[in-house]
Each structure stands twice: as structure tokens, then as C-alpha cells.
């Protein structure tokens, strides 16, 4: 399975953004999925997750702003970002965790999209 992050741009402070992750496979598979983002000097972390059951979880800094949901049907992950801000500013990569194998757990990772906010 691929993943094919796109959606990021450049937006002011205070805009929103709503960056899509599509794969070439269902999604069903994944028992989690997520966004990561990684600005410039910085490590990689974690912006949101979602299981798939629906379990959300949001980084300190975006919890109240962001929002990630998947489509199933559509094979596709989403990350609605608003109120952005110049912090918010790196490369975001999508992410899938599929643990149906007990003895090969598997990672996928998109290319990532960049998004820059300007104040």
C-alpha cells in the first residue's frame, strides 16, 4: 500500500488548511493512522491519530484545532487544520499502522506535504 499526502500550501495566520492522505489500497487494514509533522531543526512528532474505531488523539498544540478524520470508503485520510498558526509551519506526513500480523507489524509512511503559514 501507498500513501499520497497532498493539501498543504501556504496560508496567513488564523487560516485553515485540509490536507488528505490517499492510498492505493483499502485502509480497513490499519488499526491506526495519523499525521506527522516535521519543521525545520525540529524532530518529527506527532500532530493527531485515529484508530480505527474512530479513537481520536491531538498533540497539546493542536487539540481544539485540528481535526483528523478517514474515509474508508475513499481510502483516504484527512487533517482539517484551522486557526493555523506560524508554529504549525513544517512538512506533514500521513502515517498507517497495520498490526494484523502479531510477528510483522508493518509502518507505512506518505512523502509529505508542506505547509507553511505566513503572519
Known amino acids: 500500500v501507498q500513501l499520497q499526502a497532498s493539501g498543504g500550501g501556504l496560508v496567513q495566520t488564523g487560516g485553515s488548511l485540509r490536507p488528505s492522505c490517499a492510498a492505493s489500497g483499502s485502509i480497513i487494514r490499519f488499526d491506526r493512522m495519523g499525521w506527522y509533522r516535521q519543521a525545520p531543526g525540529k524532530q518529527r512528532e506527532l500532530v493527531a491519530s485515529?484508530?480505527?474505531?474512530?479513537?481520536?488523539y491531538y498533540g497539546d498544540s493542536v487539540e481544539g484545532r485540528f481535526a483528523i478524520s478517514r474515509d474508508n470508503a475513499k481510502n483516504t485520510l484527512y487533517l482539517q487544520m484551522n486557526s493555523l498558526e506560524s508554529d504549525d509551519t513544517a512538512v506533514y506526513y500521513c502515517?498507517?499502522?497495520?498490526?494484523?500480523?502479531?510477528?510483522?507489524?508493518?509502518?507505512?509512511w506518505g512523502q509529505g506535504t508542506k505547509v507553511t503559514v505566513s503572519s
Open positions: 502515517h498507517a499502522f497495520d498490526g494484523s500480523d502479531f510477528y510483522n507489524p508493518l509502518d507505512y
Open positions: 485515529i484508530s480505527s474505531g474512530g479513537g481520536t
